[in-house]
């Protein structure tokens, strides 16, 4: 057992894990949560009879035997039970067009498909194809995040870059680019569209790649019961380790003195003392709130100056008497009246079909969810100088929605039993998350090649973790761990896991 403490900002995922491995390796450790509760972007909340999950979409590793899998069990969720398995990538549905292009996992069916749509761009489906089946079979979730960038050495660089060989030329040239680039040249335009919107079109070709190949080996699956589960379990480990967490408790300031981090300030004034800070929260607040702009250096200065941060979300949920039984879970819908959101227009939606599992809604019922990208700026100056028309612009959507679901699903407006948004605006409340941003940074290729270190120029004894140094939940789980990693080097010791 160590003396030392380590206090955590942020009872996120990133912030959790970041607390398990603390008490794995024998830090006194305490969590403050803004939130009331845990998990931060991955967040449930109810409506009635109905659970809305606003957060994860998809897990990848939910099966045995894979590197990410090993670390579910150490955070105590490596349960089957938690996990449905993605039993197709999803749906393209042109309202306007009456087309459909339904993605297989299969990727000999896949590419097929698309041929028999578009025979003119098979060099591209097939080259796409490929790569696909070049990455399958390969547990890449969590490829080379298992040490944080500190604590990487130019050999192990080197190893790792030996180990993946055969699959640099996929993630290089061509593939380093954007969706969007990569499909410019495509004759058929709509299959273009869908295949830029398999993740986003700003993202690089080898990404969806990785995805698609993740997906066709059944390492991809839906939460069975929402993300309130997931996390609920992770911080039930944490509590197990004899972890403890403060909710409803806001960081105001991190305490320094001579260049060293040695404890926080809260929103009442109350301070704690710990030999380690880890931000598991928002950068932006971090550096330039809590530290006061000390501490940014000139490569993080430059990443603020620089990478878009990843756009905000409108989601509306809509839970509703109907079952939507054989339906897509996931589906992109080009809109037959698009949305106008201030000065732009909004020519697809997202739509999540909570079906396949019985934990979102009673019997003969089901939640289906809209999401489409959106601006900060807009929601956030409709809020402060207008309260009843931010209300209003919320019900407007809703409406509008509404008239593109009724197309796909006659009949559905009236059987709707509750109706529930959350802008940008919601998610900056609960979160604190810069701008509304629901992911850090934004998923561009430029971002992807831009590494965010841990740690901060000039400041010892505090590290970073959370979804602003790396994506997604295999990401920022790594990146809980990884802190505690370079917590456990500081203090000269092996760094030490256990599983449940
Ligand atoms: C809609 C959506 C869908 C997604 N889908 C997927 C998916 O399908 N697959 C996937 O792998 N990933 C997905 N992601 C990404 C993944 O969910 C996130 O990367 C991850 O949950 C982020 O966790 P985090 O702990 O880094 O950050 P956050 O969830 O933002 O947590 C930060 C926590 O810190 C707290 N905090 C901040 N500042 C302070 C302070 N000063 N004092 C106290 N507390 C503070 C906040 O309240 C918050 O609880 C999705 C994200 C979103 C938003």
């Known amino acids: 057992m160590s003396s030392k403490k380590v206090i955590i900002i942020g009872a996120g995922l990133a912030g959790l894990s970041a607390g398990c491995y603390s008490r794995m390796n024998g830090y006194a450790t305490r969590i403050y949560e803004h939130h009331s509760k845990p998990g931060g972007v991955a967040a449930c909340w109810r409506r009635g009879e109905y659970l809305i999950d606003g957060g994860i979409h998809f897990m990848m590793g939910s099966q045995n035997g894979t590197d990410l899998y090993n670390i579910y069990r150490q955070l105590g969720v490596a349960d089957p039970a938690n996990f449905v398995p993605m039993k197709s990538y999803g749906s393209f549905i042109d309202i306007e067009g009456s087309r459909q292009l339904d993605i297989p996992l299969n990727i000999s069916e896949l590419a097929l498909d698309l041929k028999m749509l578009s025979p003119a761009d098979a060099p591209l489906i097939e080259d796409l194809a490929t790569a696909v089946t070049a990455f399958s079979g390969k547990d890449l979730a969590i490829y080379g995040q298992m040490n944080p960038p500190e604590l990487t050495s130019g050999l192990d660089k080197l190893t790792d870059m030996w180990k993946m060989r055969k699959l640099f030329k996929y993630m290089s040239g061509k593939y380093a680019k954007s969706m969007q680039d990569y499909t410019a040249g495509m004759q058929n335009r709509w299959l273009a569209e869908c295949l830029n919107n398999l993740f986003t079109p700003q993202?690089?070709?080898?990404?969806?790649?990785?995805?698609?190949?993740?997906?066709?080996?059944?390492?991809?699956?839906?939460?069975?019961?929402?993300?309130?589960?997931?996390?609920?379990?992770?911080?039930?480990?944490?509590?197990?380790?004899?972890?403890?967490?403060?909710?409803?408790?806001?960081?105001?300031?991190?305490?320094?003195?001579?260049?060293?981090?040695?404890?926080?300030?809260?929103?009442?004034?109350?301070?704690?003392?710990?030999?380690?800070?880890?931000?598991?929260?928002?950068?932006?607040?971090?550096?330039?709130?809590?530290?006061?702009?000390?501490?940014?250096?000139?490569?993080?200065?430059?990443?603020?100056?620089?990478?878009?941060?990843?756009?905000?979300?409108?989601?509306?949920?809509?839970?509703?008497?109907?079952?939507?039984?054989?339906?897509?879970?996931?589906?992109?819908?080009?809109?037959?009246?698009?949305?106008?959101?201030?000065?732009?227009?909004?020519?697809?939606?997202?739509?999540?079909?909570?079906?396949?599992?019985?934990?979102?809604?009673?019997?003969?019922?089901?939640?289906?969810?809209?999401?489409?990208?959106?601006?900060?700026?807009?929601?956030?100056?409709?809020?402060?100088?207008?309260?009843?028309?931010?209300?209003?612009?919320?019900?407007?959507?809703?409406?509008?929605?509404?008239?593109?679901?009724?197309?796909?699903?006659?009949?559905?407006?009236?059987?709707?039993?509750?109706?529930?948004?959350?802008?940008?605006?919601?998610?900056?409340?609960?979160?604190?998350?810069?701008?509304?941003?629901?992911?850090?940074?934004?998923?561009?290729?430029?971002?992807?090649?831009?590494?965010?270190?841990?740690?901060?120029?000039?400041?010892?004894?505090?590290?970073?973790?959370?979804?602003?140094?790396?994506?997604?939940?295999?990401?920022?789980?790594?990146?809980?761990?990884?802190?505690?990693?370079?917590?456990?080097?500081?203090?000269?010791?092996?760094?030490?896991?256990?599983?449940?």
Not at 372 to 400: G, H, I, M
Not at 406 to 427: K, Q
């Open 203 to 500: 993202c690089p070709v080898w990404f969806v790649i990785m995805l698609l190949a993740i997906a066709a080996d059944g390492q991809m699956s839906y939460l069975a019961k929402g993300c309130k589960d997931f996390v609920r379990q992770i911080e039930k480990r944490y509590k197990d380790l004899n972890g403890e967490v403060t909710y409803s408790s806001t960081v105001e300031k991190i305490l320094v003195r001579d260049d060293c981090a040695f404890g926080v300030k809260l929103a009442d004034g109350t301070e704690d003392y710990a030999d380690y800070v880890i931000s598991a929260g928002d950068i932006h607040n971090t550096v330039f709130h809590l530290l006061d702009g000390k501490y940014i250096g000139k490569k993080l200065q430059n990443k603020f100056d620089t990478c878009e941060l990843s756009r905000p979300y409108f989601v509306a949920s809509f839970g509703v008497k109907w079952t939507f039984e054989n339906e897509s879970v996931f589906n992109t819908l080009i809109l037959k009246q698009p949305l106008q959101i201030g000065n732009r227009e909004i020519r697809q939606i997202f739509v999540r079909i909570f079906n396949y599992s019985n934990h979102f809604a009673p019997k003969d019922k089901s939640v289906i969810q809209a999401e489409f990208e959106t601006e900060w700026d807009y929601w956030d100056n409709l809020r402060q100088t207008d309260p009843n028309k931010y209300a209003a612009e919320k019900e407007r959507l809703v409406s509008e929605i509404l008239v593109n679901l009724e197309i796909l699903y006659p009949g559905i407006s009236p059987l709707v039993e509750i109706a529930d948004v959350a802008t940008p605006c919601t998610l900056n409340r609960y979160t604190l998350n810069h701008q509304g941003a629901p992911e850090g940074w934004g998923l561009t290729s430029q971002n992807f090649k831009e590494e965010t270190r841990r740690s901060l120029e000039g400041l010892s004894n505090l590290y970073l973790a959370g979804h602003w140094v790396s994506g997604g939940v295999p990401g920022v789980i790594l990146s809980g761990r990884q802190a505690i990693q370079l917590v456990c080097a500081k203090e000269k010791k092996p760094f030490f896991t256990r599983t449940t």
